[in-house]
DNA sequence: ATCGGCCCTCCAATAGGTAC
DNA sequence: GTACCTATTGGAGGGCCGAT
């Protein structure tokens, strides 16, 4: 029986894609913003208010005007309403692929618990298994992974024991950084997998996936419990035939994610404290830090081994490796602080822990392996996490 | 391969909203 | 009020999906 990961980053993108793209539409956004009032009675005979009326606003004299203005010290602000129209088009922000039904949305989200690596790939898979972890029978599953392929969700095959082994089409583009057409990652608990795996209904299904999705947007900083929709607006997330009472029918049942209520048109979706993404996050970031402590522990476990001529274990060859021997130098071991490794685990939250160890792997070579003292880890794994996005955009 | 159930489309009836 | 248009609802039925 393979080991399930505790969390597991699922790409926003590929999300959207198998719940179904969104039907395009149009947002007006309201804000207030400061302008100064001309109807001020210091203003009334001001040259500068009879320019600003007078010339066009692409001249000099107008622009000119505009910054005496800003500084004149009679000038009295007034609040204006404006108003920005925000067209959205899903299938352009997020790409398409046909939508999924529920058990391979389902199946699809387990498989990232199975610890891809950096390019997406899985290894020996057992169908039984995650027949029994996606709670359908294994004949489901086979079908499924036939479709994901179909779809360009995966590509799998089959070995000669019967396992599979799985390639995420779009794993690398999880972590790419937004400038560089990423979209973002979901990170989902063990826990919640579970629980969504107890919602029997596809429409349900998508419009609790959705949820967690809003809850975790920027704008709230993921850490809101609480979410509005109306009804008009959840119709858009799904396929025509879900009208406002199906919706509301399926909405009506049991969830053990989301306390759900009803007020006329707009629906009320309250999460489970445990599952408000910034808690997942929190949560995945001790993880994160319990894991690089004992990978340091293990780590500095190996140099005398491998300083004597030992053979290091292959997940340690980026640290190992044949360039560090030519130095002459013996391996050291790595300390880090307690704000290091804290450190650390951010950023695996922020860019997935592999990218993370990856990195650190390049501070031992070129830093550590040199006794050069680095002030702020944090800082230098970051930059050398973007300068390798930067390097791989050059070369695609 | 087959069968049942659920997802989905289609359609007609009704309700609600707006212009005259 | 009437005429017209849109939104919503419920139901019938097709067909695909998933289970055996």
């Known amino acids: 029986m393979k ?5 597991a980053n699922i790409g926003k993108s590929v999300i959207i894609q198998s719940l179904g793209i969104q039907k395009n539409y149009t947002e007006v956004i309201e804000s207030t913003v400061e302008t100064i009032d001309y109807n001020n009675a210091a203003c009334i005979n001001c040259k ?24 004149c ?3 009295a602000l007034a609040h204006k309403n404006v108003y920005k129209k925000v067209y959205h088009n899903e ?10 039904k529920a058990n391979a949305i389902k ?17 020996n898979l057992d169908a039984g298994e995650l027949a029994v972890n996606v709670g359908c029978n294994v004949r489901t599953i086979w079908n499924n992974l036939k479709t994901l392929q179909e779809y360009t969700y995966i590509s799998y095959s089959k070995n000669e024991y019967g396992l599979i082994n799985i390639l995420l089409n779009d794993y690398e583009n999880y972590y790419l950084p937004a400038n560089k057409g990423g979209r973002g990652f979901l990170v989902v608990s063990k826990e919640l997998y579970k629980r969504l795996c107890n919602i029997k209904s596809l429409v349900s299904l998508r419009i609790f996936i959705r949820e967690l999705l809003s809850l975790d947007a920027p704008e709230l900083k993921g850490q809101a ?6 009804i008009k607006e ?23 994610i989301f306390i759900v209520s009803f007020k006329d048109d707009v629906v009320r979706f309250q999460i489970d404290t445990e599952f408000i993404p910034k808690n997942e996050k929190l949560r995945v970031h001790d993880e994160y830090a319990r894991t690089l402590e004992k990978f340091i522990w293990e780590f500095n476990q ?3 081994y491998v300083n004597s001529g030992g053979i290091c274990p292959d997940y340690l060859n980026d640290f190992f490796s044949i360039k560090n021997k030519k130095s002459a130098a013996p391996f050291k071991p790595m300390l880090l602080t307690e704000i290091e490794i804290d450190d650390l685990a951010s950023l695996s939250v922020h860019y997935s822990y592999d990218i993370v160890v990856n990195a650190l792997s390049v501070v031992y070579r070129e830093y550590y392996m040199y006794q050069k003292t680095v002030n702020n880890l944090g800082g230098l794994v970051s930059t050398i996490i973007r300068s390798e996005f930067n390097k791989s955009k050059k070369a695609a």
């Open 302 to 304: 190996n140099v005398a």
């Open 91 to 100: 299938k352009n922000r997020y790409g398409y692929r046909p939508m999924l």
């Open 107 to 123: 199946l699809f989200m387990l498989l990232h618990f199975y610890h891809p690596d950096s390019n997406g790939i899985i290894r």
């Open 225 to 230: 419990s609480v979410d509005y929709k109306k």
């Open 234 to 256: 959840i119709r858009n997330l799904l396929p025509a035939y879900c009208k406002p009472s199906v919706i509301k029918e399926k909405l009506g049942q049991e969830s053990d």
């Open 48 to 71: 500068y208010k009879a320019v600003i009326e007078t010339f066009g606003k692409d001249s000099r004299a107008y622009s000119d005007a505009c910054s005496t203005c800003e500084h």
């Open 3 to 7: 080991c399930l990961d505790n969390f």
């Open 73 to 75: 010290p009679h000038k």
